[in-house]
Every structure is written in C-alpha cells, then in structure tokens.
C-alpha cells in the first residue's frame, strides 16, 4: 500500500522533468531555425548583391514577357483565338513596325545619330569653356583631353632610348604600339556590342517564353509556396501581374506620345536631328522623373548649336512635354494602375541606381510597384484579424 505513495512523487518530479526538458528543446529548436534563417537571408543578399545585373535582366525578361501578355490579352477581347495564335499576331506585328522604322527611316536614324553625338560633345565643350572662363571647376566635365594633352608632352619629350621600342626600330615600335591599340579598342567595341546584343537576346527570349506560357510559370510559383499559403501567394501574383500590365500598356502609350510630340516640335523649330532626338525622348519616358532630365538636357544641348533662341523654345517644349506627361498623360492613364508618391519613387530611383547602374535606375518602378502591391495586400489582409484580437 505505501508503494503508490512512493511513486507518485516521482511521477510529478518525471512529469516535471519531461516539461522542463521538452521547453529547453523548443527553445534550442527556436534558436536553430532563426540562425539557420538569418544565414539564409544573409546568403540571400550576398547573392543578390553579387549577381544583381543577371536578377535584373531577368527581372527584365519576366517584364518583356507581362508586356507581351498584356498586348495578347488586349487582342482576346476583340479577337476569340488561341493564346499562342494571339501571340504570335502581336509578335508578328510589332516586327513589322520594327523593320517598318528600320527601313524607312533607318538611314535618318544613323545620319541624325552620328550628327547628335558632335553636336553633343561640341556643345559639352562650349559650355566647359564657358565655366572655365567664369571661373567655375569644371573637372568632372573631363572629356578625356588630359590623355592626348599627356601623350603630347611625352611625345614631345622623348626619352633616351626613343630612337628604339623593346629593341625594335622606332618605325617599327610605333607601329606595334599602334596596332596594340587598335586591336584592343577593336576588341573592347567588339566585346560591347556582343553584350549589349547578348542582354537584348535574353530578354526577348524570356520575355516570349514567359508570355508563350504563362500558366507554367504562374503554377511553378504557386508549387514553391507551402499548401496553407497558397491561395494568398496566388492572389499577390494575380494582383502584380495585373498592376504591372495596366502600368506597361500605360507606360508605351505615354511614351509614343512623348516620342512623337518632341519630333514633330523640335521638326518645328528646326532643330536638326528632331527625330532621333525624339526616339530618344521616347525611350528615356520609360525612366520617370529622372529620365524626362535626361532627355530634356540632351534637346537642350542639341539645340544650342543652332543658338539660343532655338535652344529657349526646345527648352519651353521640354517643359510642355513634361508637364503633358506628369499631369495630363499619367494620371489620366496610370490612375488605376500605380499610386506612388512622387518623392518616393525619386528616392528609390536614386537608391537602386546607384547601387545597381543603369539597369536599377530603369527597373526602379516595377520594383517598387510589386512592393506596394505586396504591402497593400498584407495590410489588408492582416488588418481583421489584429483587430478582432484587440
């Protein structure tokens, strides 16, 4: 009879132990996890730090391939047909209006290109001088005068051994120092244009294969998320995809109409390159804020050479063009598609691109656009059950 009094204290003393025990191993668990996600998230960044231009061109490729979609979507309403026949009529039309420019005006294009450029640097070199004479530092104006003005004095002092290079005759040595040159330069462009042709193949590649099937990829990213989450994860996809596609469809009609206002205006004038500077003026609409600056210092410069009363009424253009854009053109269009203070998106605009470049810097609103989306979703979503709580 006294053996059931004599365990049951060392069943609590047990229970107690066990309790005590299984909480210290929640909490190493706990510990566990939350260094292995802070490692992850590290390693996430480091990542994403190091290989920042490929996430972006792709991120650009995955844009390419909304734009796409949408266009295809847009030709469903009106016509019934299948996605890929949709595809395919969109994709078909945009290379004939391509080859279409590229025949009609593509020796205009070259011609007002190769004029531009002069004119630009002859006018950046004006208004060095200008500086300069005005006593202002005009150092980070450096047009890369200092290296010929280098080689002129050394060539003008020559050493001791001139009259030989690496035991070549000086005819000789000069000539190798020159092809030298002329090979790496060569090299250099050559390596350039197949860059920049090699990022332009990515993105129409995986802009067509994300728009060719986009319910593989919308499923593969719904497949990634754990089976509780999935129907949240599926309605921030649905409502990004549709964000971004409202704004890409907003964002082209903006930016033909800058492009095709800035031509026939400064045609106008009578501003030589009119066109080339409106492509330009167009493409750089893609960039808020920061790239209508661009555009507008590029006319303005392009105008200067055919002086100044030329260069005011670019000027005044600009300003129409840029105020047509921001108040009359993006709300009227952008209205339903993206609320973004203006401050805000300048701001990250600036942030990402001077840590990502360029393609930070042109890719800034789609990014900030899909973390609104994200956090409207959360606050929206985590708001009800906050307050039955409270």
């Known amino acids: 009879m006294t053996s059931p009094r004599d365990e049951r204290p060392r069943t609590r003393t047990d229970q107690v132990a066990g309790q005590a025990s299984g909480h210290a191993?929640?909490?190493?668990?706990?510990?566990?996890?939350?260094?292995?996600?802070?490692?992850?998230?590290?390693?996430?960044?480091?990542?994403?730090?190091?290989?920042a231009a490929t996430l972006?061109?792709?991120?650009?490729?995955?844009?390419?391939?909304?734009?796409?979609?949408?266009?295809?979507?847009?030709l469903g309403r009106r016509i019934h047909l299948p996605h890929t026949?949709?595809?395919?009529?969109?994709?078909?039309?945009?290379?004939?209006?391509?080859?279409?420019?590229?025949?009609?005006?593509?020796?205009?294009?070259?011609?007002?290109?190769?004029?531009?450029?002069?004119?630009?640097?002859?006018?950046?070199?004006?208004?060095?001088?200008?500086?300069?004479?005005?006593?202002?530092?005009?150092?980070?104006?450096?047009?890369?005068?200092?290296?010929?003005?280098?080689?002129?004095?050394?060539?003008?002092?020559?050493a001791p051994n001139s009259g030989s290079h690496g035991g070549l005759p000086s005819g000789a040595g000069a000539l190798?120092?020159?092809?030298?040159?002329?090979?790496?330069?060569?090299?250099?462009?050559?390596?350039?244009?197949?860059?920049?042709?090699?990022?332009?193949?990515?993105?129409?590649?995986?802009?067509l294969a994300f728009a060719a099937q986009p319910i593989i990829y919308h499923d593969g990213l719904l497949f990634l998320a754990p089976a509780r989450h999935r129907t949240r994860v599926a309605l921030i996809i649905d409502r990004v995809s549709e964000t971004?596609?409202?704004?890409?469809?907003?964002?082209?009609?903006?930016?033909?109409?800058?492009?095709v206002v800035t031509w026939i205006g400064l045609a106008l004038i009578g501003i030589p390159g009119s066109f080339i500077l409106g492509i330009?003026?167009?493409?750089?609409?893609?960039?808020?804020?920061?790239?209508?600056?661009?555009?507008?210092?590029?006319?303005?410069?392009?105008?200067l050479a055919s002086g100044w009363v030329?260069?005011?009424?670019?000027f005044v253009l600009f300003l129409g063009v840029h105020a047509m854009e921001s108040y009359v053109l993006t709300p009227l269009l952008q209205r339903q598609a993206l609320d973004i203070p203006p401050a805000t998106l300048f701001a990250f605009q600036i942030l990402l691109g001077v840590v990502f470049g360029i393609w930070g810097l042109a890719l800034a609103l789609p990014l900030v656009a899909i973390a609104k989306v994200m956090i409207d979703h959360f606050k929206t979503y985590e708001a009800p059950p906050l307050a039955e709580a409270a």
């Not at 191993?25 to 390693?43: M, N, P």
């Not at 030329?310 to 670019?314: E, G, I, P």
Request: with cysteine; glycine share 10%; aromatic share 10%.
């Open 25 to 51: 191993w929640d909490q190493a668990w706990a510990i566990a996890v939350g260094g292995i996600g802070v490692v992850l998230f590290t390693a996430l960044l480091a990542f994403t730090w190091y290989f």
């Open 56 to 74: 972006l061109l792709i991120f650009a490729g995955m844009l390419f391939g909304v734009a796409l979609n949408a266009l295809t979507n847009a």
């Open 85 to 158: 026949l949709r595809l395919a009529i969109v994709c078909a039309v945009l290379a004939v209006m391509l080859a279409g420019v590229a025949y009609l005006g593509g020796a205009t294009i070259a011609d007002q290109a190769s004029l531009l450029s002069k004119t630009i640097k002859s006018q950046i070199t004006n208004v060095k001088s200008f500086l300069d004479s005005h006593g202002v530092d005009t150092s980070f104006f450096d047009l890369g005068s200092a290296a010929p003005a280098a080689a002129t004095d050394a060539g003008s002092t020559p």
């Open 176 to 207: 190798a120092s020159s092809g030298g040159a002329i090979v790496s330069q060569t090299f250099k462009l050559l390596f350039g244009a197949i860059s920049a042709v090699g990022n332009i193949f990515i993105v129409l590649f995986l802009g």
């Open 244 to 259: 971004l596609e409202r704004w890409l469809i907003a964002q082209i009609v903006v930016m033909i109409a800058v492009g």
């Open 280 to 303: 330009q003026a167009g493409l750089l609409a893609f960039i808020p804020t920061v790239g209508a600056i661009i555009a507008g210092v590029i006319v303005v410069l392009a105008s």
């Open 310 to 314: 030329a260069a005011l009424s670019a």
